[in-house]
């Protein structure tokens, strides 16, 4: 069953498999929904962490993390950086100045210049943070967008594990 909304197409039968799937056999259904996403979820982390910029010392890719949160509703998993710049780093900033001793770090580890003229170069950095700000990484947000069929499929693969499994079909995870 597909539904068109404004151009959009929906195909809401996954939704209305999970939904049956979920009053039938709900201990299942969220099993293997949980199954589901933490495999989504991996591949998202995984994707996500190859696309975040390194930085001077690596720590915002190191920081990336997938935990599972579930609730009495429902299932979540969630992939997230608990770094306080991670969110700077993905959406971008306003104008502002970044301490010097932070750039002057970058500055040596990311380019070819010379100790006497590493304050210079990272002054420079500073200001023209300070009248532009920083443009967006995206790293999150990108990822998604491009696997987001991939994570799709994988739901749609748990709730078809769950429906065998509740036929007598398919193996207890």
Request: aromatic content about 6%; cysteine-free.
């Amino acid at each position: 069953m597909a539904s068109v909304v404004r151009g959009i197409t929906l195909d809401v039968e996954p939704a209305l498999s999970y939904a049956a799937l979920l009053e039938q056999a709900p201990e299942i259904a969220r099993e293997e929904l949980g199954i589901g996403l933490e495999t989504a979820a991996a591949l998202y982390m995984r994707e996500v962490k190859d696309i975040t910029p390194v930085g001077v010392t690596g720590n915002l890719r190191e920081s990336i993390a997938q935990e599972r949160a579930d609730t009495p509703e429902d299932v979540q998993v969630r992939v997230f950086s608990p770094l306080n710049y991670a969110a700077p780093v993905e959406l971008g900033t306003k104008p502002h100045y970044p301490p010097l001793a932070a750039l002057e770090d970058w500055v040596r580890a990311k380019l070819s210049v010379d100790e006497t003229e590493v304050t210079d170069v990272a002054q420079k950095i500073q200001w023209k943070i300070g009248k532009k700000g920083t443009k967006p990484r995206l790293m999150f947000t990108n990822t998604l967008d491009e696997i987001r069929i991939q994570m799709r499929e994988e739901m749609r693969q748990a709730v078809d594990r769950a429906w065998d499994r509740l036929r007598g079909g398919g193996a207890q995870p």
